[in-house]
């Protein structure tokens, strides 16, 4: 507020939960005034959106965020962190004191260094994993003692499938498994009308069918079948007048 006054809007943190106090009762005659003179009233909805999400931890409202983790994810490759931190007033916090450590699979605590980018309030950090497995960066900060808030984010490593790294169809290796596995391998460019009976010509050669029995059954005859329809029509016309439809 002006020098001598009292606040219009105070918040304050209790523990892990937060708090807000808006110190008028005419709080809805900015609403008002804004339709009043034809305006939109967004500021006064965004206020109100942004102090509940504000209250509720939203994690775009946490103070330290780590942002992105990037690279390839493979073990002996490195990875790529990139953390944001703002004061109490959201302002990027360019000079805070920023801990990292990485969790490993079994445990470990692995401390990592992190330095500040060109635009403020950013910072980077990277980390060689040596093994497979579930890992959690920890970012913690803190300005002129003052601690500012902390995040967390798993990330998995594992080595990449060879099979992800090249799409195209391989025409010899499906060739090979057709024929190790009795079966028969048509390239799109040679398929036709024939094809499909050939293919149904071999695998009768190779499992024969028979046909045991042959019975043939009316749909109107079974009377779970003509419960559900009637059921459903039934269903349909009760809806129908519920909504005043009919």
Same mark, same amino acid.
């Not at 300005?143 to 998995?156: E, N, V």
């Given at each position: 507020g002006a020098s001598g006054g009292s606040p219009l809007l105070a918040v304050g943190r209790h523990g892990k939960g937060r708090t807000l106090a808006l110190a008028s009762d005419d709080f809805w005659r900015w609403n008002f005034g804004a339709v009043g003179a034809k305006e939109s009233p967004q500021n006064h909805l965004k206020l109100v959106r942004q102090a509940v999400r504000w209250l509720a931890q939203e994690p775009s409202f946490e103070q330290v965020q780590i942002k992105s983790i990037g690279g390839s994810r493979a073990p002996?490759? !490195? &990875?790529?962190? !990139?953390?944001? &931190? &703002?004061k109490d007033d959201f302002s990027p916090a360019s000079h805070a004191a920023l801990r990292l450590r990485v969790i490993g699979p079994e445990g470990e605590q692995i401390p990592v260094e992190a330095a500040p980018e060109a635009e403020e309030g950013e910072y980077s950090a990277d980390f060689t994993p040596t093994r497979e497995g579930s890992y959690r960066l920890e970012a913690e900060a803190s #300005?002129? $003692? !003052? *601690? #500012? $808030? @902390?995040? @967390?984010?798993?990330? *998995?490593v594992a080595f990449p499938f060879g099979e992800t790294e090249d799409g195209r169809p391989r025409p010899e290796l499906l060739k090979k498994i057709a024929d190790r596995s009795r079966g028969e391998f048509i390239p799109l460019s040679d398929w036709n009308e024939s094809s499909l009976k050939r293919l149904t010509d071999k695998l009768e050669a190779v499992a024969p069918s028979q046909?045991?029995? @042959? @019975?043939? &059954?009316a749909l109107w005859s079974t009377l779970w079948t003509f419960s559900l329809i009637l059921l459903l029509l039934g269903g349909e016309w009760w809806l129908r007048r519920k909504w005043g439809l009919i």
């Open positions: 002996g490759e !490195k &990875v790529d962190f !990139k953390i944001r &931190v &703002v #300005l002129a $003692g !003052k *601690p #500012l $808030g @902390r995040d @967390r984010k798993s990330f *998995p046909a045991v029995e @042959r @019975r043939q &059954v």
